[in-house]
């Protein structure tokens, strides 16, 4: 079971930058991709972006498309989520999580805190 840590989170402004880390440990072999979801307050949690962990292929939610960028170091077993011209719509708790071999995605963190001010 792989244990997953977000971090990286902020208050920033409109227009500004961040960029999310997620450290993966435990079970690496076990997953085939990386995940970012992220919850807004009263709403349910959605994708946000994907990579997939051996070829690098990515995946984005049309909302964050051409703003986000998604990567990974396979040595350091790390994710990260370059969030670019931040708008008050991606105020959110921001988490990772990886998937299994059955596609379904797990080792959820505690989320990290993203607030974009306008």
């Known amino acids: 079971q792989a244990q997953l840590v977000e971090s990286g989170g902020g208050l920033v402004q409109a227009g500004d930058s961040l960029r999310l880390s997620c450290a993966a440990s435990g079970g690496t072999f076990s997953w085939n991709a990386m995940g970012w979801f992220r919850q807004a307050s009263g709403k349910e949690r959605e994708f946000v972006s994907r990579?997939?962990?051996?070829?690098?292929?990515?995946t984005y939610a049309e909302s964050v498309k051409g703003r986000f960028t998604i990567s990974k170091d396979n040595a350091k077993n790390t994710g990260y989520l370059q969030m670019n011209t931040l708008k008050p719509e991606d105020t959110a708790v921001y988490y990772c999580?990886?998937?299994?071999?059955?596609?379904?995605?797990?080792?959820w963190g505690q989320g990290t805190q993203v607030t974009v001010s306008s």
């Open positions: 999580a990886v998937r299994d071999v059955r596609f379904n995605w797990e080792g």
């Open positions: 990579i997939t962990w051996s070829t690098g292929i990515t």
